[in-house]
């Protein structure tokens, strides 16, 4: 069954309060034309992916939903609501924006071992080889993992979430972009994710940001039960840093988080 959160994912306060409820933004979505109004549907059938209120810290502003479905439920929901064909079309765009991104990143680790967790088709991890790494992807759809493999067969790929690296490996980059919002359990995760630094190395991570309480209702990020949590940059900050020697979360134009950690 479904599990309720407790505590800010972010900065673990007790003190937040419900935004709206899901039959409010089950209202709101469905009077626009996108993906998420399926995703209120699925929730309508199916009560173990369901949330009843949407919550706001109210130290670090992080929204996440008061309820997190279960694992089996939510991989059930991926396999049913997903297919990579986006991420084909966009593929050799994909690696050269992140042949930029890790050119960058190369500049704050001395080592040269890439891992991509959540990394899709692998773009991010083909363009860590280019930039000179020994590159691993890790993703959970197994269909994605083929098209990586077909597509840069230079790398290595391995079906699985975070726990999937191989055991006693550690990488001087870790990768996760837009993975971290969809988790339901993100101190784990951030524990899991951490182990896979090595000492000097760096983990480069990116998610969407929360908006505004007035705003946050109609962000099209926000889309549960895809979706659980938005960090605030304060939150996203307050969940690395027990982790983390230090943690940089960089000012963007665009909004969204983009965040350094710092192994020690
Ligand atoms: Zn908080």
């Known amino acids: 069954m479904r599990t309720t ?20 933004w089950t209202s709101f979505v469905e009077g626009e034309n996108d993906q998420r109004r399926r995703f209120a549907r699925a929730m309508d059938e199916n009560a173990s992916l369901a949330f009843e209120n949407m919550l706001l810290c109210s130290l670090c502003g992080t929204a996440f939903t008061d309820f997190v479905p279960p694992d089996s439920a939510l991989s059930d929901f991926y396999q049913q609501y997903y297919g990579n064909s986006g991420y084909l079309a966009k593929a050799s765009r994909k690696v050269s924006l992140n042949i930029r991104r890790i050119f960058v990143l190369k500049l704050l680790t001395r080592g040269r071992r890439f ?19 020994a590159a691993t992807g890790l993703e959970l759809d197994a269909t994605a993992i083929e ?64 908006g505004a309480r007035d705003a946050l209702i109609g962000m099209p990020e ?40 710092f192994k020690a």
């Open 5 to 24: 959160r407790a505590q800010c994912p972010g900065c673990k306060s007790k003190e937040f309060e419900p935004v709206f409820s899901r039959k409010e």
């Open 115 to 133: 891992i991509d967790v959540g990394c899709n088709v692998g773009c991010a991890v083909e363009a860590a080889r280019r930039n000179g790494f």
């Open 147 to 210: 098209h990586a493999e077909s597509l840069f067969p230079a790398n290595r790929f391995i079906v699985g979430g975070v726990t999937a690296a191989p055991v006693g490996e550690v990488f001087d980059l870790v990768y996760c972009t837009e993975v971290i919002e969809h988790v339901p359990d993100t101190a784990s995760f951030i524990d899991s994710i951490s182990k896979l630094v090595a000492p000097g190395g760096i983990l480069s991570l990116t998610c969407p940001e929360a």
């Open 222 to 261: 926000l889309r549960p039960p895809e979706h659980l949590t938005l960090f605030s940059h304060q939150g996203i900050k307050s969940a690395l840093a027990p982790w983390f020697k230090r943690v940089l979360v960089l000012p963007n134009f665009k909004s969204g988080n983009q965040v350094i950690a």
